[in-house]
């Protein structure tokens, strides 16, 4: 049957290229005031004008949903760490302290201190426990995740992560990316030999991922004390031989070349960004790849530094807006969070943060042509907010302003 969502006081499509939007496209929303959307069989049928929708042929039986407020496309999260078992309350409590990331990481913390954990878990436990943040995701409006592993760093624990994403996927109606990021860190078996790890995965792990087709994208954290630049093109090379699209961690802690190196083997996106140079912003515009930009992470970590958004954007690079969720430096679900923090530590206009939030963040996951906007044919994702102008949106923070979440044309959340 089909489903009549009436009643909204402004309706933001961002109708437009099916591209990954740039520069001054980035501030186009597609504004309908008093609008309607008309779905059925999970995909919109009609979007726009209230009255115009309300004439169209299947919307005198659909089902009535009067929902006020604002409607925008589901948020598309592009780079969360979801899978993890545990909280990372010491380390908290360390930074809370004055103590540094690398002081943090020297301790035994960081993303080392999550293996043990990982590795223990039981797979139904760990995809129950997925599937119950998956709820807190959409309650907040978010309709697709992007999830990584990256915590096992061992072939029985990678894959073990993977397969829970895919566990969970029947238990929760939040659509859910997998990314491999097996290149995370050196786990202490290796004793700090990077280039030893690598081999490890590129042998043992990237080949059995993409058999059992248990992730779209192969992910690297390219830092120093961690994987150099040559290591991470060879490395995003070799998963894109063997099926896997090439993300990266670049340019969080410093300049260290990630960018360019993940640029140059045809990365989707490079995520984080803080610390890009001209050049790297240059790279990424010249090959077609998405900044996704993670300034949730910059704010719980205290830092003074955030990804210069208003430079890359100047370039005509699409920005994405991503959570980062994860266990170590963001445990944060909610990306009207992350709009906010967007719009008064990034420089970012309102509506170039809702549009990095949905549509750029659908291309980032190489969705842009079926998720991120409203309108016919579209996969009917939507986010219903109990706000009059879509600006509150990124205005107030501190709580969730979702009133309603639709996934395939179906309610899955309500206030």
């Known amino acids: 049957m089909a489903v009549l969502f009436t009643g909204i006081k402004q309706l933001l499509t961002f109708a437009g290229d099916d591209a990954p939007r740039a520069g001054t496209a980035m501030r186009e929303t597609g504004l309908v005031s008093n609008a309607a959307v008309l779905v059925e069989n999970g995909v919109v049928e009609a979007a726009g004008p209230r009255a115009a929708v309300h004439r169209h042929r299947l919307a005198k039986k659909a089902k009535v949903v009067e929902v006020g407020g604002v409607c925008l496309p589901g948020f598309v999260d592009s780079h969360t760490h979801m899978v993890f078992a545990e909280p990372r309350l010491k380390d908290f409590s360390m930074r809370a302290a004055g103590a540094s990331y690398q002081e943090i990481r020297a301790a035994g913390g960081g993303i080392v201190s999550s293996i043990d954990a990982i590795r223990r878990q039981a797979p139904g436990a760990m995809a129950a426990q997925l599937a119950g943040r998956a709820a807190r995701f959409l309650a907040c409006g978010t309709t697709t995740a992007e999830v990584k592993s990256g915590y096992g760093l061992s072939l029985e624990s990678e894959l073990k992560m993977l397969r829970a994403v895919r566990g969970a996927k029947k238990l929760t109606p939040l659509e859910m990316v997998p990314t491999l990021l097996a290149a995370h860190t050196v786990p202490p078996e290796f004793a700090g030999d990077a280039r030893k790890y690598l081999a490890h995965i590129a042998a043992e792990i990237l080949p059995k991922a993409a058999a059992e087709k248990l992730a779209v994208f192969a992910d690297i954290f390219c830092e120093k004390g961690y994987f150099t630049p040559e290591q991470t093109t060879a490395y995003l090379k070799e998963a894109a031989r063997l099926g896997l699209k090439p993300k990266a961690h670049a340019e969080q802690l410093s300049n260290y070349g ?3 190196a993940a640029a ?3 990365a989707v996106s490079v995520d984080h960004a803080d610390h890009v140079f001209a050049e790297d912003i240059a790279a990424m515009r010249d090959s077609g790849t998405i900044a996704a930009l993670l300034p949730a992470s910059n704010y719980y970590l205290g830092l003074s530094k955030y990804p210069p958004a208003r430079e890359i954007i100047a370039e005509g690079v699409p920005v994405a807006l991503a959570t980062d969720f994860n266990p170590g430096t963001c ?7 992350v709009l906010s923090v967007a719009c008064t530590h990034c420089g970012m206009t309102p509506e170039e943060a ?3 939030s949905t549509v750029n963040g659908a291309w980032a996951l190489g969705l842009g ?4 906007v409203v309108a016919p044919g579209r996969k009917a994702d939507l986010a219903f907010f109990a706000a ?3 600006r509150e949106l990124c205005y107030y923070f501190g709580a969730n302003q979702c009133s309603l979440t639709v996934k395939n044309g179906r309610i899955v959340h309500s206030v």
């Open 369 to 372: 042509g079926s998720r991120g």
């Open 354 to 356: 809702l549009c990095a």
């Open 331 to 337: 445990p944060c679900w909610n990306m009207q969070f």
């Open 388 to 390: 009059d102008d879509y």
């Open 264 to 266: 140059a083997a045809g």
């Open 258 to 260: 990630g960018t360019r």
